[in-house]
């Protein structure tokens, strides 16, 4: 029995990509497992908290005791993750599609005779961390960054300009960590006194990770 440090707090946590329809039969997605998110929910559970995973397509079992809501697209995860506020901690693990296209095709779309390319247009997706964080109720907010070059410097931006109280950032380029694998390597960034503080957490399980971030977030939830 772990420690009940999470007791009665409510969570709300995204996992797993995005899926945005191009026409009825095509999408644009990425490579997310969503492992790191259903261990995090999972972790979360297991502590006393009453989780709700906002969940995008992955082959994954939902954790015990996790309620889970399944969505597609990201305007359906945003859209799903209000209906699931108000809450005192959001993480936000999902690897969120940054573009949808501007219009969804009907049928399905036909190549041309010619052996010319194709342009699509697309349009900018809401971001769901940021527009949580924004709320004047807002709760705890923690995001992630999957970032191949200048880790610390890209994550403490997106700190800022999210408005998070914590980032987990890791470098997608290592081999055997991140994208997919069970392994992962993390920096924790947050603000204080002005100043971005930082905590190296070394490559380990994603489930001993969401441990280790859990014990982290519990010595500064309000
Ligand atoms: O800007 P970037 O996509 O790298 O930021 C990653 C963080 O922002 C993750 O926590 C991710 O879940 C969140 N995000 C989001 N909505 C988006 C894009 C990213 O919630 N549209």
Redesign the pocket.
């Known amino acids: 029995i772990s420690t009940q440090d999470l007791a009665g707090r409510r969570v709300v946590i ?1 996992a797993g990509p ?1 899926r945005e329809a191009l026409d009825p039969v095509r999408y644009l997605s990425n490579h997310s497992s969503g492992k790191m998110g259903y261990a995090l929910a999972a972790a979360c559970a297991a502590r006393g908290a009453q989780v709700t995973l906002v969940s995008g397509p992955v082959a994954l079992a939902t954790p015990p005791g996790v309620a889970r809501v399944d969505v597609l697209s ?1 305007c359906e ?2 859209a799903a993750v209000e209906a699931a506020l108000p809450c005192e901690l959001f ?8 573009y949808r296209a501007a219009s969804v095709a009907e049928h399905k779309l036909k190549k041309g005779d010619d052996t010319s390319g194709m342009t699509l247009e697309l349009v ?9 964080a924004a709320r004047s109720e807002r709760p705890f907010c ?6 191949t070059q200048a880790l610390e410097t ?1 994550a403490g931006d ?1 700190l800022s300009r ?1 408005r ?1 109280d914590l ?2 950032a890791n470098d997608v380029s290592q081999a055997g960590l991140g994208f997919g694998s069970d392994d992962n390597a993390a920096t924790l960034l947050w603000r204080e006194a002005d100043a971005v503080r930082r905590q190296a957490l070394p490559p380990q399980p994603k489930t001993a990770l969401a441990t280790a971030i859990l014990d982290h977030l519990v010595t500064r939830l309000p």
Do not use: Q, S, W, Y
Not at 124 to 132: E, K, S
């Open positions: 995204t995005t990201a995860m945003l993480i936000g693990c999902a690897a969120v599609a940054d900018r997706n809401p971001d769901i961390v940021a527009t949580v923690v995001g992630f960054a999957a970032e890209h997106k999210k998070l980032i987990v």
